[in-house]
Structure formats: C-alpha cells, structure tokens
C-alpha cells in the first residue's frame, strides 16, 4: 500500500510539491501520513497550499481538508 497527499491551491486545483519546495512522501501505511502533515501543515500554508487531500494506492481516503485553522 501507498499512502500520500495531494496538495490544493485555495480554489482546489492541484499543486506540485516541487513548486513550493517541499517533497511529499509516500508511505506504507495512513499513521505515517498523517505524521507527515503533522510536522509539515504550518509550512506548506505558508506556501499557498489550502487544502490536502489524503489517498491510499489512487484511492481518495478523505479530504479536502484545510490547513488554516477556523
């Protein structure tokens, strides 16, 4: 099993890790996943991104989930 995020701009639209200079990781299993968001969430919104979305081997698990707190 693979499990990695998909990164979103505020309106949705996909965003490459690459172009906000971070590396998302897959990992074998959801814990590790979301350990990952964890330490990396207060960055990557700093860089733009919006909202995750969590997938297991190409399947959505949840999301959109926002980063900013409400």
């Not at 890790?17 to 330490?39: I, M, R, Y």
């Amino acid at each position: 099993m693979s499990w990695y995020w998909r990164l979103e701009d505020p309106s949705g639209a996909e965003v490459d890790p690459a172009s906000v200079g971070v590396e998302v990781p897959e990992t074998d299993n959801q814990g590790d996943a979301e350990s990952w968001l964890g330490e990396h969430w207060r960055v990557l919104l700093e860089r733009g991104v919006a909202t995750v979305t969590l997938f297991e081997d190409g399947d959505e698990v949840y999301g959109p989930m926002g980063l900013a707190a409400t």
